[in-house]
């Protein structure tokens, strides 16, 4: 039995997603792919409100986010860190021989404006890495205010992962400032993994040029010149460019305001009945993630057995994820979820917890 997916991430792929990646194999040298890519990379930049340019990926979404500190962190990085992917970006940063430093805040917390001002205004650092939305504790950081403190330190190269946020929600990379945005497909744009976005503005060119030990699958520099003739420097995952370009084409019919608006309305549907059957919250209010609620198990109730439960009735549930397992849980809004979809499982949650 297929488990409909409820975790945040990878989400419930739609079977027109999955026909497209049946399209019959060309190769990455041949016009129809320089074709492909042309048309994708194009939506992108319309979706994420850019003219710079838009590389793909061959890798998860970290591959991107290790590619992206080898590039671009000259001197010293400002890693920020709110839960498991910001604190493992910090650990990846040190991992390419970089010199960095966490700024650390505790678990289901936002990075605050005030933060980011506070270690850029020390001058050590000429790049910094933030998650908009820290998935391990959904919380989703004030990215506007922070843009605003950006503005204020020109020579600092901002790294952004919007992984489970690009396309909930409107996300101006170019109107913020972002340098470097990126993000895995399996999360908000609900395609199967393995491939990751990024974008890299002229001043992470720039940089990326007097940074030296960039290797070679990640180069920026590499992307740049294959992308100038509408290509990538290894052989892509041509069956998920497929799909991207896909969910794109459905992404821009379903429109835009209207799938940000739908975000908001399943966020407030599954906060309603989080808040109405007795849970709390990790994040507070402001900071709550548009695209996965993260709750507090307050009624002390056996996630593992909800959880067992949920599988049996064709559910996969989360959690809680690492340390946040058993005390937390994540229902996952994102992608092409319909309000009837969380209807089916909270409904699903109704009848487990009355018998437990
Ligand atoms: C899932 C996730 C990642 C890691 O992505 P991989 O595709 O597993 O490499 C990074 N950042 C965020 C915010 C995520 O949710």
Redesign the pocket.
């Given at each position: 039995m297929h488990k409909k997916l409820f975790i945040?991430?990878p989400i419930e792929v739609a079977p027109e997603i999955l026909q497209a990646m049946a399209t019959p194999m060309i190769g990455h040298r041949m016009p129809e792919y320089a074709r492909l890519h042309q048309g994708v990379t194009t939506k992108l930049k319309r979706l994420m409100f850019t003219e710079d340019r838009v590389f793909l990926s061959t890798s998860?979404?970290?591959g991107a986010?290790e590619g992206a500190v080898r590039n671009l962190v000259g001197k010293r990085c400002a890693n920020f860190c709110n839960g498991a992917?910001s604190d493992k970006w910090h650990n990846v940063t040190l991992a390419c021989g970089k010199e960095a430093d966490a700024f650390k805040v505790p678990w289901g917390e936002p990075i605050t404006p005030e933060l980011v001002e506070s270690a850029l205004s020390t001058g050590k650092y000429d790049a910094i890495t933030l998650?908009h939305?820290?998935?391990s504790t959904g919380v989703m950081s004030p990215l506007p205010e922070i843009a605003q403190v950006l503005k204020k330190y020109p020579d600092v190269v901002s790294i952004v992962?919007t992984?489970?946020s690009m396309s909930a929600l409107k996300i101006p990379v170019a109107e913020l400032g972002i340098d470097c945005c990126v993000f895995?497909v399996?999360?908000a744009f609900a395609l199967p993994?393995g491939l990751a976005v990024f974008t890299a503005s002229q001043k992470a060119l720039d940089r990326a040029k007097t940074v030296p030990g960039r290797g070679y699958y990640f180069d920026f520099l590499e992307f740049a010149a294959a992308d100038e003739k509408d290509n990538t420097p290894s052989t892509p995952s041509i069956s998920l460019i497929y799909a991207l370009d896909c969910q794109l084409d459905r992404m821009f019919a379903e429109g835009l305001e209207r799938r940000w608006s739908r975000h908001r309305e399943l966020a407030a549907f599954v906060r309603g009945w989080v808040a109405e059957h007795g849970f709390g919250f990790l994040p507070a209010e402001p900071y709550r993630s548009l695209t996965l609620t993260c709750a507090t198990n307050t009624r002390e109730v056996d996630l593992a057995l909800l959880k067992k439960r949920l599988g049996e009735r064709g559910y996969a549930f989360d959690d809680g994820y690492g340390k946040l397992k058993g005390k937390t849980f994540r229902v996952a809004h994102m992608g092409d979820m319909q309000l009837e979809d969380l209807k089916g499982i909270t409904s699903e949650m109704e009848a487990i917890l009355k018998e437990m």
């Open positions: 945040p991430g998860s979404a970290f986010m992917f998650i939305n820290e998935t992962d992984v489970s895995g399996q999360k993994p």
